[in-house]
Protein backbone atom coordinates (compact mmCIF):
# COMPACT_ATOMS: atom_id res chain seq x y z
CA UNK A 1 0.00 0.00 0.00
CA UNK A 2 2.84 2.43 0.93
CA UNK A 3 4.45 1.83 -2.21
CA UNK A 4 1.32 1.82 -4.25
CA UNK A 5 0.43 5.08 -2.48
CA UNK A 6 4.21 6.94 -2.95
CA UNK A 7 4.11 5.77 -6.55
CA UNK A 8 0.69 7.41 -7.62
CA UNK A 9 1.62 10.49 -5.75
CA UNK A 10 5.02 10.82 -7.44
CA UNK A 11 3.35 10.06 -10.69
CA UNK A 12 0.64 12.48 -10.63
CA UNK A 13 2.82 15.09 -9.63
CA UNK A 14 5.51 14.46 -12.16
CA UNK A 15 2.89 14.50 -14.86
CA UNK A 16 1.27 18.21 -13.53
CA UNK A 17 4.58 19.43 -13.54
CA UNK A 18 5.60 18.53 -17.45
CA UNK A 19 2.22 19.57 -18.68
CA UNK A 20 2.30 22.55 -16.65
CA UNK A 21 1.76 24.41 -19.85
CA UNK A 22 -0.47 22.09 -21.73
CA UNK A 23 -3.48 23.32 -20.82
CA UNK A 24 -5.04 26.77 -19.54
CA UNK A 25 -8.70 27.35 -18.52
CA UNK A 26 -10.20 30.02 -20.96
CA UNK A 27 -10.46 33.80 -19.40
CA UNK A 28 -13.87 34.07 -17.89
CA UNK A 29 -16.67 35.57 -20.44
CA UNK A 30 -17.19 39.29 -19.66
CA UNK A 31 -19.72 40.26 -16.00
CA UNK A 32 -18.23 36.13 -15.19
CA UNK A 33 -16.46 36.15 -11.83
CA UNK A 34 -13.83 33.52 -11.00
CA UNK A 35 -14.44 33.79 -6.93
CA UNK A 36 -11.80 30.03 -6.65
CA UNK A 37 -9.89 28.62 -8.93
CA UNK A 38 -11.42 24.83 -8.23
CA UNK A 39 -14.47 23.46 -8.23
CA UNK A 40 -14.23 22.10 -5.09
CA UNK A 41 -12.24 23.48 -1.95
CA UNK A 42 -11.34 20.08 0.17
CA UNK A 43 -14.18 18.19 -0.47
CA UNK A 44 -16.83 20.78 -0.15
CA UNK A 45 -17.39 22.36 -3.37
CA UNK A 46 -17.00 26.13 -4.37
CA UNK A 47 -19.56 27.93 -6.43
CA UNK A 48 -17.25 27.41 -9.87
CA UNK A 49 -18.15 25.88 -12.84
CA UNK A 50 -16.02 24.53 -15.62
CA UNK A 51 -16.84 25.86 -19.02
CA UNK A 52 -18.94 24.55 -21.88
CA UNK A 53 -17.57 20.98 -22.95
CA UNK A 54 -14.69 20.67 -20.49
CA UNK A 55 -14.28 17.44 -18.48
CA UNK A 56 -12.61 16.59 -15.29
CA UNK A 57 -10.96 13.79 -13.83
CA UNK A 58 -10.29 13.44 -10.20
CA UNK A 59 -8.13 10.77 -7.71
CA UNK A 60 -8.85 11.25 -4.11
CA UNK A 61 -6.98 9.54 -1.96
CA UNK A 62 -7.58 9.26 2.52
CA UNK A 63 -5.27 6.98 4.73
CA UNK A 64 -7.62 5.78 7.12
CA UNK A 65 -4.80 5.21 9.96
CA UNK A 66 -4.42 8.43 11.61
CA UNK A 67 -0.74 9.80 11.89
CA UNK A 68 -0.21 9.43 15.54
CA UNK A 69 0.29 5.92 15.11
CA UNK A 70 3.45 7.06 14.30
CA UNK A 71 6.53 5.67 12.68
CA UNK A 72 5.16 2.14 13.23
CA UNK A 73 2.84 2.89 10.30
CA UNK A 74 5.00 5.52 8.66
CA UNK A 75 2.43 7.98 9.91
CA UNK A 76 -0.62 6.34 8.54
CA UNK A 77 0.41 5.78 4.90
CA UNK A 78 1.01 1.55 5.84
CA UNK A 79 -2.91 1.40 6.54
CA UNK A 80 -5.32 0.76 4.22
CA UNK A 81 -7.34 3.71 2.28
CA UNK A 82 -10.56 5.17 0.56
CA UNK A 83 -10.19 5.69 -2.81
CA UNK A 84 -11.96 7.95 -4.88
CA UNK A 85 -12.69 8.31 -8.80
CA UNK A 86 -15.28 10.76 -10.50
CA UNK A 87 -15.33 12.44 -13.52
CA UNK A 88 -17.26 15.57 -14.69
CA UNK A 89 -18.66 17.09 -17.46
CA UNK A 90 -19.22 20.88 -18.38
CA UNK A 91 -22.69 21.03 -20.05
CA UNK A 92 -22.60 24.40 -20.08
CA UNK A 93 -20.95 26.97 -18.34
CA UNK A 94 -23.38 27.07 -15.68
CA UNK A 95 -24.10 23.16 -14.98
CA UNK A 96 -21.38 20.59 -14.55
CA UNK A 97 -23.09 16.79 -13.86
CA UNK A 98 -20.34 14.47 -11.66
CA UNK A 99 -20.33 10.56 -11.27
CA UNK A 100 -17.90 9.10 -8.32
CA UNK A 101 -17.21 5.43 -6.64
CA UNK A 102 -15.54 5.23 -3.62
CA UNK A 103 -14.56 1.99 -2.43
CA UNK A 104 -16.16 2.24 0.59
CA UNK A 105 -19.42 0.11 0.89
CA UNK A 106 -19.19 0.94 -3.24
CA UNK A 107 -20.76 3.97 -2.67
CA UNK A 108 -21.46 5.38 -6.14
CA UNK A 109 -22.83 9.34 -6.39
CA UNK A 110 -24.18 11.69 -9.23
CA UNK A 111 -24.12 15.64 -8.41
CA UNK A 112 -25.09 18.02 -10.66
CA UNK A 113 -24.15 21.49 -9.45
CA UNK A 114 -25.59 24.46 -10.98
CA UNK A 115 -24.03 28.34 -11.20
CA UNK A 116 -27.28 30.43 -9.83
CA UNK A 117 -26.20 33.62 -9.85
CA UNK A 118 -23.54 36.27 -9.21
CA UNK A 119 -22.90 39.65 -7.67
CA UNK A 120 -20.25 41.05 -9.33
CA UNK A 121 -18.91 43.95 -7.12
CA UNK A 122 -15.22 45.39 -6.33
CA UNK A 123 -15.24 45.45 -2.77
CA UNK A 124 -17.70 42.52 -2.39
CA UNK A 125 -18.23 39.89 -5.09
CA UNK A 126 -20.49 37.32 -4.44
CA UNK A 127 -21.16 34.05 -6.51
CA UNK A 128 -23.90 31.33 -5.83
CA UNK A 129 -24.38 27.71 -6.91
CA UNK A 130 -26.65 24.76 -5.85
CA UNK A 131 -25.73 21.17 -5.88
CA UNK A 132 -27.48 18.18 -5.67
CA UNK A 133 -27.27 14.38 -5.76
CA UNK A 134 -27.90 11.13 -5.20
CA UNK A 135 -26.02 8.04 -3.49
CA UNK A 136 -26.27 4.30 -3.74
CA UNK A 137 -24.16 1.79 -1.05
CA UNK A 138 -23.98 -1.18 -3.44
CA UNK A 139 -21.35 -3.49 -0.67
CA UNK A 140 -22.90 -3.55 2.54
CA UNK A 141 -21.71 -5.47 5.77
CA UNK A 142 -24.48 -4.68 7.98
CA UNK A 143 -28.56 -5.41 7.33
CA UNK A 144 -30.70 -2.27 5.74
CA UNK A 145 -34.89 -2.26 6.16
CA UNK A 146 -35.36 -2.30 2.92
CA UNK A 147 -32.88 -1.83 -0.41
CA UNK A 148 -34.58 1.79 -0.47
CA UNK A 149 -32.25 2.27 2.17
CA UNK A 150 -29.15 2.00 0.32
CA UNK A 151 -30.48 5.41 -1.14
CA UNK A 152 -29.03 8.77 0.03
CA UNK A 153 -30.00 12.11 -1.35
CA UNK A 154 -28.55 15.83 -0.67
CA UNK A 155 -29.01 19.16 -1.37
CA UNK A 156 -25.85 22.07 -1.02
CA UNK A 157 -25.96 25.63 -1.43
CA UNK A 158 -23.02 27.26 -1.87
CA UNK A 159 -21.95 31.19 -1.95
CA UNK A 160 -18.18 32.15 -2.52
CA UNK A 161 -16.70 35.84 -1.89
CA UNK A 162 -13.27 36.62 -2.80
CA UNK A 163 -11.32 39.14 -0.23
CA UNK A 164 -8.65 41.22 -1.74
CA UNK A 165 -8.49 38.99 -4.79
CA UNK A 166 -6.50 36.84 -2.29
CA UNK A 167 -8.86 35.06 0.15
CA UNK A 168 -11.56 32.82 -0.98
CA UNK A 169 -14.09 32.22 1.63
CA UNK A 170 -17.55 29.95 0.89
CA UNK A 171 -20.07 28.50 2.56
CA UNK A 172 -22.16 25.17 2.12
CA UNK A 173 -24.93 24.46 4.33
CA UNK A 174 -25.90 20.92 3.26
CA UNK A 175 -29.47 18.75 3.88
CA UNK A 176 -28.48 15.00 3.61
CA UNK A 177 -31.13 12.74 4.24
CA UNK A 178 -31.14 9.04 5.35
CA UNK A 179 -27.14 9.65 6.89
CA UNK A 180 -26.66 6.76 8.82
CA UNK A 181 -28.38 3.83 6.50
CA UNK A 182 -28.18 1.35 9.37
CA UNK A 183 -30.53 2.92 11.39
CA UNK A 184 -34.34 1.71 12.05
CA UNK A 185 -35.41 5.12 11.12
CA UNK A 186 -34.39 7.03 8.35
CA UNK A 187 -32.10 10.00 9.80
CA UNK A 188 -30.75 13.39 8.29
CA UNK A 189 -28.31 15.78 9.29
CA UNK A 190 -28.22 19.22 8.50
CA UNK A 191 -24.26 20.96 8.36
CA UNK A 192 -23.41 24.06 7.82
CA UNK A 193 -19.62 23.98 6.13
CA UNK A 194 -17.68 26.51 5.48
CA UNK A 195 -13.63 27.06 3.94
CA UNK A 196 -11.08 29.61 3.76
CA UNK A 197 -8.52 29.69 0.52
CA UNK A 198 -5.54 32.35 0.52
CA UNK A 199 -4.10 32.28 -2.30
CA UNK A 200 -0.15 32.97 -1.15
CA UNK A 201 0.57 33.03 -5.96
CA UNK A 202 -1.69 31.72 -9.09
CA UNK A 203 0.00 28.38 -8.26
CA UNK A 204 0.06 28.03 -4.68
CA UNK A 205 -2.55 28.22 -2.03
CA UNK A 206 -3.27 26.91 1.66
CA UNK A 207 -6.59 26.43 3.00
CA UNK A 208 -8.68 25.45 5.35
CA UNK A 209 -12.36 23.75 5.54
CA UNK A 210 -14.60 22.66 8.40
CA UNK A 211 -18.49 20.76 8.54
CA UNK A 212 -20.30 21.26 11.98
CA UNK A 213 -23.41 19.19 12.24
CA UNK A 214 -26.31 22.06 13.08
CA UNK A 215 -29.23 19.17 13.60
CA UNK A 216 -29.67 15.72 13.04
CA UNK A 217 -27.41 12.61 13.05
CA UNK A 218 -23.73 13.10 13.45
CA UNK A 219 -21.03 9.83 12.81
CA UNK A 220 -18.58 10.97 15.46
CA UNK A 221 -16.90 14.62 15.29
CA UNK A 222 -17.06 17.25 12.77
CA UNK A 223 -15.06 17.02 9.85
CA UNK A 224 -12.17 19.79 10.09
CA UNK A 225 -9.59 19.53 7.07
CA UNK A 226 -6.05 21.56 6.29
CA UNK A 227 -4.49 21.73 3.52
CA UNK A 228 -2.40 23.02 0.50
CA UNK A 229 -2.96 23.52 -3.21
CA UNK A 230 -0.60 23.36 -6.39
CA UNK A 231 -2.83 24.65 -9.41
CA UNK A 232 -0.65 23.81 -12.92
CA UNK A 233 -1.46 23.07 -16.10
CA UNK A 234 -5.11 21.94 -15.50
CA UNK A 235 -3.74 19.83 -12.48
CA UNK A 236 -4.84 20.67 -9.14
CA UNK A 237 -2.96 18.85 -6.51
CA UNK A 238 -4.17 19.13 -3.24
CA UNK A 239 -2.44 17.69 0.15
CA UNK A 240 -4.52 17.60 3.36
CA UNK A 241 -4.54 16.76 6.90
CA UNK A 242 -8.10 15.54 7.98
CA UNK A 243 -10.26 13.84 11.12
CA UNK A 244 -12.62 12.05 8.03
CA UNK A 245 -11.94 9.40 6.14
CA UNK A 246 -14.66 10.01 3.78
CA UNK A 247 -14.46 11.01 0.42
CA UNK A 248 -18.02 10.64 -1.31
CA UNK A 249 -20.16 13.37 -0.10
CA UNK A 250 -23.08 11.56 1.12
CA UNK A 251 -20.70 9.63 3.77
CA UNK A 252 -17.91 12.73 4.32
CA UNK A 253 -21.39 15.02 5.66
CA UNK A 254 -22.43 12.27 7.89
CA UNK A 255 -19.10 13.38 10.04
CA UNK A 256 -15.77 12.35 10.91
CA UNK A 257 -14.95 9.16 13.42
CA UNK A 258 -11.45 10.89 14.92
CA UNK A 259 -11.15 13.90 16.70
CA UNK A 260 -8.90 16.27 14.96
CA UNK A 261 -7.73 17.97 18.20
CA UNK A 262 -6.89 15.27 19.86
CA UNK A 263 -4.39 14.42 17.09
CA UNK A 264 -6.12 11.68 14.90
CA UNK A 265 -5.36 13.26 12.29
CA UNK A 266 -4.74 11.09 9.02
CA UNK A 267 -3.15 12.16 5.51
CA UNK A 268 -4.87 12.45 2.45
CA UNK A 269 -4.85 13.49 -1.07
CA UNK A 270 -6.93 14.72 -4.00
CA UNK A 271 -5.69 15.55 -7.71
CA UNK A 272 -8.13 16.73 -10.48
CA UNK A 273 -6.97 17.12 -14.25
CA UNK A 274 -9.33 19.56 -16.48
CA UNK A 275 -8.89 18.64 -19.83
Excluded at 30 to 50: K, R, V, W, Y
Excluded at 133 to 162: C, H
Excluded at 248 to 256: D, L, V
Excluded at 269 to 275: A, D, G, K, P, V
Aim: proline content about 4%; glycine content about 8%.
Amino acid sequence: MLKKSIFIIFSLTTLALAQGSSWKRAEPMLGELQLFHSPIAAMLPTAETLQKGDWEFEVSHRFTTPVSQGSSSFWGMDGPATIRLALGYAVSDALMLHIGRTNAMDNVELTAKYKATQLDNKSFPIGFSVRGGIAYNGEIYDPVKSDARRFQYYAQLIANTLVQKKIGVGLAPTYLYNAHIFCVDPQYSFTFGSYVQYYVSPRWSVLAEWNPTVSGWRRSYDSLTLGFELETGGHFFKIFLTNNDKVNTAQYIAGADKDFFAGDIRIGFLITRTF
